[in-house]
């Protein structure tokens, strides 16, 4: 144990000697830039603020385990869930909402929407929805397509329904399991204001996301000490598009 702890503050000790915020154009994600009412991959603010996401839970095995971190960090994060697994695991569902985090859609069954008809969409969409509300008594106007994968028609949909598209700045790539220290390094290289983190809380059972509560126990403390502050996506819309946040710091200050 205390092996590993000298590896890691090694590692970490590494990141801290080029911490700095990389910067993001908007101009990478054309669905934002074509439709900034519907789709939202990053925002577009100066402040240290950071959305981190979930996606594919929730499951017994890691979702618990996250949702311990971010309560021992006190920080709020934004779970895209999967309409199969919140039939299959209520209980965690209801302990997402309980712990004050906000909840996304992610499809029923987590096709490749690519491939998919706009009615296939809103049959994934709408069979999540009622699952969630079933677990928790809340819908959610969130939606994350798995791999991200949407088209223009499939985005003015989502409008049609209600709901808003969420992509993400950083990917973590975690799902491929390359361990904490991959993880923290892909993150602190790559985040900036505004920057929403794509991590995940379940998979196919083959995958070990072991690294995924790793690093998220050393990168919260280290970022925040870098001045990050922690937002859901919902308050990230907000700031994005009215200034709400910062416009209630403001109050509090004054």
């Known amino acids: 144990m205390l092996g590993r702890f000298i590896i890691l503050s090694g590692v970490i000790s590494m990141f801290l000697s080029s911490f700095s915020p990389v910067a993001s154009s908007v101009d990478y994600y054309p669905l934002q830039t074509e439709f900034p009412n519907h789709m939202l991959y990053q925002g577009q603010i100066q402040d240290k603020i950071i959305a981190l996401t979930f996606d594919d839970g929730p499951d017994q095995q890691y979702t618990p385990e ?68 079933q677990a928790t008594g809340q819908t959610t106007q969130w939606f994350r397509a798995p791999y991200g994968a949407l088209d223009e028609q499939q985005v003015l949909s989502l409008g049609f329904l209600g709901y808003k598209g969420i992509g993400w700045s950083i990917d973590t790539e975690d799902w491929k399991g390359p361990g904490d220290k991959a993880i923290t390094r892909q993150v602190i290289q790559n985040v900036h204001p505004g920057a929403i983190i794509l991590m995940h809380n379940a998979g196919h059972w083959t995958q ?46 004054s």
């Open 208 to 253: 070990d996301l072991t690294g995924t509560a790793e690093a998220l126990d050393e990168l919260i403390p280290l970022l925040k000490r870098h001045g990050y502050q922690f937002v859901t996506v919902p308050q990230m819309w907000q700031l994005n598009h009215h200034g709400q946040i910062a416009s209630q710091r403001a109050k509090e200050k």
């Open 66 to 133: 996250i949702l311990d971190i971010l309560h021992k960090h006190q920080v709020k994060a934004t779970f895209f869930l999967m309409g199969s697994r919140v039939a299959k695991h209520p209980d965690v569902t209801r302990r997402i909402v309980d712990d004050g985090h906000a909840i996304g859609n992610h499809t029923y069954w987590h096709p490749n929407l690519a491939e998919a008809d706009v009615h296939q969409m809103e049959w994934e969409i709408n069979q999540t929805n009622n699952q969630i509300y």
